[in-house]
Structures are given as C-alpha cells and as structure tokens.
C-alpha cells in the first residue's frame, strides 16, 4: 500500500511541475489539447455551519493531496499559534486573507485544486456565517457536488442545525442550486466530547436524513454519510484503522468523492457561460464557469444581454493556458470587441446561433421557505432574486396557482378545473407566479438549462424562497 502511495504524490507533483511550467512558457503556447479527456473535472462546494470546519477540512485535503508542503504548514501553524488560535492552522490554507485569519470564518468563496485517482476537483470553500450566505451562493451555484460538513462536537451539530442554524438553510440551497449528489461528513470525531462515539454519529445521522428528504435529495441515491476528523485527517486520504474506530467498514473521504456519479453537461449543447467576475488584461477577461457546450481559441459568440459580438482570443483553465474548454470547467476567457465596464456579472457568454434569453420578466415554480415574521406571499411581493450569477431586485406580479403535493398525483388532467388564482400563499407553499425584474436577464427553462433556471429569493438576508423557471417569453421578447 504504501508503495502506491508514494507514487501517488510523485504523479501529484509531477502534475502540479507540469503546471507551473506551462505558466512559465506563456510565450511557447505549448498546450496539451488531450487534457481534459483523462480526468473529469468536477467542482465541489463546501458548506455547513460557521466553525464544523470547513476549512479546516479543505485544507487537510490540500494537504493530502500534496497541494501544500510541510514547510508552508509550518508557517500557518506558527501564524496561528501567534494568534493563539492553534487549532485553525490547517484553515490557513484556505482562508488567505487577514480578516478571515483573524475573525477564523470564511468570507470570500475561497478556491483550490486537488486530485483524486479519476478526478480532478475544485474546491469551492463556502462561507458558513450568516451574513456571508450571498457569497456561499456565488460558491454553490458553481459546483457540482457539495460536501456537507457537520460538527459532531456536543452542542455545535445542534446550534447548527437548529431553527437559525446555517446547516439548515445552506443544504436547501445546495439543492435549488443544482448540487445534485451530497457527501455529508461528520467532523470532529476525534474530539474529546465525542471519542468516535457511534451513538453520536448514529444521532446526527437519523436528524439529518429526514431532513435531506423533505429538501428534495434521495438519500439513498443522492447522499452518502461519512465520519472524518479534518483537524488530523482521519478516514480522509486513507481508510481508517480499526484501533481508531471500531464500527465504521465504510470507504473514506477521498474513494466517495472519487466514484461519485454525476449528470454529464452536454459538451456538443449551445455555449452558456454565466460571468462571475471580469476585469481588464490587455483585453477584457470574463471569468465563469461553462455549463453547456464547448469554448475553443478564435470561437465568435456572443454576450448577452446586451447582444455584444465578441471573438475568444485566450483561455485560461486555472493557471494554464488551454486551446479550448468543456462543460463544468472554470474558466477565464480574453475577448476582443467588447469594453470591461460593458460586461457586468450576471451577463451569459453563449453560441451565436443559439443565444441565451434574455428576459424582464419569467414563470416560476417556489417553494416558500421561511417568510420574514409578519409577510405574506402576494402579488406585490419584492425580493432580491439570485439565479446562476445574476443578482437583482425584483417582484412577484402574479400568482397563478398554488401546486397541492399530495393531491397532484390523483387528479386526472382532462377532469381538472380551471383553479381560482390564489390570493396569497403561507410558509411551506408550492406556488406557479410570475416575477418581474428591472432590467434584462439571461435566464433559461430549468428543463432546458437546469443550471440557468435555478434560483432563490431573498429579503434582507434571509432566504425566502427557492424555484426553478418553469417558462420564458417567446425567444427574442423580453416579456409575455
């Protein structure tokens, strides 16, 4: 075993030597067109409660995988003890700036690389305190996975899961997000309040799985439970022993994530790329991830909504340069033909001949989570919609029906009558209404473009509602 071990960190390295030698000869463009067909590529975000360890976890996977050496650890490790907070210093490799280091909570979305036998992943490390739950959208909508991380700590799975807790509300908007497959890890295992005690994680096991159910995951399917301790890394890299923990038979943390089994985005589809971020490099670069068709050097498309032709004249897989890039890749793309102030985050790069949508006002399928104390859901009804990287302030100007789960599956179509419209809808609510916003945005039919149709409202921090689009104004008008 250890054999194969060590040669796994030398091809790690090797890769990694590989990298930085591409970045070193930008001027060679000596680019690999094959690499993307060796590994998949998946993104995976990590959420859960403020301190379960998110980072903490993210960067003993850094670790593992080879991504950060011995000496660089050494440092954190000073640095946190300096800060006389010992226990965070494998977060250090994740949280790199002051404020995170200081407060210990991930603000920004931070970002990283590792690899596993078949797959390559980014991780999204999600903020896990309240008034960062924007940022950890911006983070969810982008992955493919999620990787769940619960404290199993006496008192800390309870405050983050209770009423108010972020467990809660980040796992249904992993779901709405289009985080299709969850690996749920119990942390902190190895702490003293817990021993590896399998009544605990029995406990925290039975409360979630109900949970996960009523968000809409198939736990049999679509989660799988784990023990882990992030702060030293067991049962992550490498099964774990016996001496340790005496009933856990079960795989770890790194054969999950390797084998999990994920839809396909469709290489050959339209281009869709929604922008997350943009600046200026002797060009305009946008940066985002794709998630439908293929993007290659020299490729016209367009910019929507404000139809601006523009031509790829780079891109950029992380660090390397790459002649083109495929569906659930993040990526950066130099474009000539049009301005950096023209481009805003929430526009969608997309194929000219199939451009996205681009739309003021949209049909909606919600589910009311959780109304701020005293509201009611009516027409009139304002809230700030977040759907793939549009942020944008908008109102329900019509509901249309309200969908009875239970009754939904009895009731015969042809023998169906025309419902009144209803006047206004309760917490827990299904409810078919259509939303305004100011201005365009490029939004698809969930059934079309789940990633694009997706969405949550929110008012004053708080997330109110999830849904999908249902259906958008016929192509070329923005409204009904």
């Given at each position: 075993m250890a054999g194969t071990g060590v040669e796994k960190i030398q091809s790690s390295l090797e890769s990694l030597e590989l990298k930085t030698n591409v970045a070193t000869q930008e001027d060679a463009h000596v680019v690999e067109d094959d690499v993307d067909e060796t590994k998949r590529h998946l993104n995976a975000v990590f959420i859960g409660h403020v301190d379960a360890g998110k980072s903490t976890t993210g960067g003993q996977i850094l670790f593992l995988s080879g991504q950060v050496d011995d000496r660089t650890i050494q440092k954190y490790e000073k640095e946190a003890k300096d800060k006389s907070r010992e226990s965070w210093y494998m977060a250090y490799i994740m949280d790199t700036n002051e404020e995170e280091r200081v407060k210990g909570k991930t603000v920004e979305v931070g970002r990283a690389h590792f690899e596993t036998e078949h797959t390559r992943f980014t991780i999204l490390d999600a903020p896990g305190h309240k008034s960062y739950v924007p940022n950890m959208?911006?983070?969810?909508?982008?992955?493919?996975?999620?990787?769940?991380?619960?404290?199993?700590?006496?008192?800390?799975?309870?405050?983050?899961?209770?009423?108010?807790?972020?467990?809660?509300?980040?796992?249904?908007?992993?779901?709405?997000?289009?985080?299709?497959?969850?690996?749920?890890?119990?942390?902190?295992?190895?702490?003293?309040?817990?021993?590896?005690?399998?009544?605990?994680?029995?406990?925290?096991?039975?409360?979630?799985?109900?949970?996960?159910?009523?968000?809409?995951?198939?736990?049999?399917?679509?989660?799988?439970?784990?023990?882990?301790?992030?702060?030293?890394?067991?049962?992550?890299?490498?099964?774990?022993?016996?001496?340790?923990?005496?009933?856990?038979?079960?795989?770890?943390?790194?054969?999950?994530?390797?084998?999990?089994?994920?839809?396909?985005?469709?290489?050959?589809?339209?281009?869709?790329?929604?922008?997350?971020?943009?600046?200026?490099?002797?060009?305009?670069?946008?940066?985002?991830?794709?998630?439908?068709?293929?993007?290659?050097?020299?490729?016209?498309?367009?910019?929507?909504?404000?139809?601006?032709?523009?031509?790829?004249?780079?891109?950029?897989?992380?660090?390397?340069?790459?002649?083109?890039?495929?569906?659930?890749?993040?990526?950066?793309?130099?474009?000539?033909?049009?301005?950096?102030?023209?481009?805003?985050?929430?526009?969608?790069?997309?194929?000219?001949?199939?451009?996205?949508?681009?739309?003021?006002?949209?049909?909606?399928?919600?589910?009311?989570?959780?109304?701020?104390?005293?509201?009611?859901?009516?027409?009139?009804?304002?809230?700030?919609?977040?759907?793939?990287?549009?942020?944008?302030?908008?109102?329900?100007?019509?509901?249309?029906?309200?969908?009875?789960?239970?009754?939904?599956?009895?009731?015969?179509?042809?023998?169906?009558?025309?419902?009144?419209?209803p006047l206004f809808v309760k917490n827990g609510a299904i409810v078919v209404c259509r939303i305004q916003v100011n201005n365009l945005i490029c939004i698809e039919k969930f059934s079309d473009f789940p990633q694009l149709g997706r969405f949550t409202l929110r008012t004053e921090g708080k997330t109110v509602a999830v849904g999908k689009v249902v259906d958008v104004p016929p192509a070329g008008s923005p409204t009904f």
């Open positions: 959208i911006t983070g969810a909508s982008q992955a493919d996975i999620g990787v769940l991380v619960i404290s199993a700590r006496k008192g800390e799975f309870e405050t983050g899961y209770e009423r108010g807790g972020q467990t809660r509300e980040h796992v249904l908007l992993a779901k709405t997000l289009g985080v299709a497959k969850l690996v749920v890890v119990i942390n902190k295992m190895d702490e003293p309040t817990v021993k590896w005690s399998k009544e605990r994680y029995d406990e925290i096991e039975a409360k979630m799985v109900p949970f996960l159910k009523s968000s809409g995951y198939n736990v049999k399917k679509d989660v799988q439970f784990l023990p882990i301790s992030g702060l030293v890394g067991t049962n992550m890299k490498t099964r774990m022993d016996k001496s340790i923990c005496s009933w856990w038979d079960g795989p770890c943390l790194f054969e999950v994530l390797d084998r999990i089994e994920v839809p396909l985005h469709d290489p050959k589809g339209p281009v869709r790329m929604p922008i997350i971020d943009k600046y200026k490099d002797m060009g305009t670069v946008v940066m985002g991830k794709i998630e439908s068709g293929t993007i290659r050097e020299g490729d016209s498309l367009l910019v929507m909504p404000n139809k601006s032709h523009v031509k790829v004249i780079g891109l950029n897989l992380d660090e390397s340069k790459v002649r083109r890039a495929g569906p659930a890749e993040n990526v950066r793309v130099k474009l000539s033909g049009v301005e950096e102030e023209d481009v805003m985050t929430g526009f969608v790069l997309s194929s000219v001949a199939n451009p996205a949508g681009a739309v003021s006002e949209f049909i909606a399928q919600l589910q009311i989570l959780e109304l701020l104390d005293n509201a009611i859901f009516t027409a009139g009804y304002k809230a700030v919609l977040h759907i793939h990287s549009v942020v944008e302030e908008c109102e329900i100007v019509e509901l249309i029906e309200e969908i009875d789960m239970k009754k939904k599956k009895e009731a015969d179509p042809k023998k169906k009558k025309p419902k009144r419209k």
